[in-house]
């Protein structure tokens, strides 16, 4: 199997949340916080590696300036296809992960009934590139040795793969704006109020330009809203879920 996949008991008959981690991020790396939404809410979970990442295969070619465009329409749809056949879904994405879940949804997939993005990008800001330059020194003074706990030998290419791609000269004009008034589902983004990876500008683009965005910046918390503020951000994705997203059940 190309994709290492994790799912989590639920309600079949109701929406499933599909979880996609960050950059650097697989399965484990999300901690408790699918179980526990999960458990919140009623609902099923599904939570996957991409390509490059944790348990699954390694990269098949080098990582193009395309990568978020085609772990958004290529390969999640495969892992639906495969793994959620004709289920309604939720997706939870955080960071690249967000990134993915807006483009996605922006195909307007009928099958979508929510979004809910945590640090999620839709532009380049010096923030960003700051961010990575200092996650590059880190991983030059082997501070960042522990991504092979989780990626095996695949952590040394994957690094390269995100922040190259991140810090190219090309990239800097990358820009997802374009697509968020094509989603037309609920759509909630969160943001720490102290990420060091985006400013308030990418919650507001987010919210402000697709159909139905909402925002909420979580006070005291960084990059990882789930793992940094989790209480509060379970309680946020959940009650977003039970108002927007889930029919009503009769």
């Not at 939720?90 to 009934?113: F, M, N, P, T, V």
């Not at 037309?184 to 697709?210: F, N, R, V």
């Amino acid at each position: 199997m190309r994709h290492h996949c994790r799912h989590i008991a639920g309600d079949a008959s109701r929406p499933c949340l599909v979880f996609l981690h960050e950059g650097l991020g697989c399965e484990p790396m999300w901690k408790s916080f699918p179980d526990r939404l999960c458990e919140q809410t009623g609902l099923s979970g599904l939570v996957y590696d991409r390509q490059g990442h944790g348990r699954s295969a390694p990269f098949a070619k080098a990582r193009s300036v395309h990568y978020l465009h085609e772990s958004a329409l290529n390969e999640l749809p495969e892992i639906l296809a495969s793994q959620l056949p004709n289920r309604d879904y939720i997706l939870i994405g955080h960071s690249d992960g967000g990134s993915i879940a807006l483009l996605h949804a922006a195909e307007q997939a009928c099958r979508l009934k929510g979004v809910i993005t945590a640090a999620a990008h839709v532009f380049v800001e010096d923030i960003t590139l700051a961010g990575i330059r200092q996650a590059v020194a880190a991983w030059r003074a082997g501070k960042l040795a522990g991504l092979s706990l989780y990626h095996g030998d695949k952590a040394e290419v994957l690094f390269h793969a995100w922040a190259d791609t991140w810090l190219k000269p090309a990239f800097a004009h990358w820009n997802i704006e374009y697509a968020l008034p094509s989603i037309a589902c609920p759509l909630l983004a969160l943001q720490g109020a102290e990420d060091h990876y985006g400013s308030a500008a990418q919650l507001d683009a987010i919210a402000g330009k697709s159909q139905n965005g909402r925002q909420i910046m979580l006070l005291n918390c960084g990059h990882s809203p789930h793992l940094e503020a989790p209480q509060a951000t379970l309680e946020a994705m959940a009650d977003f879920i039970a108002a927007h997203c889930l029919p009503a059940q009769i």
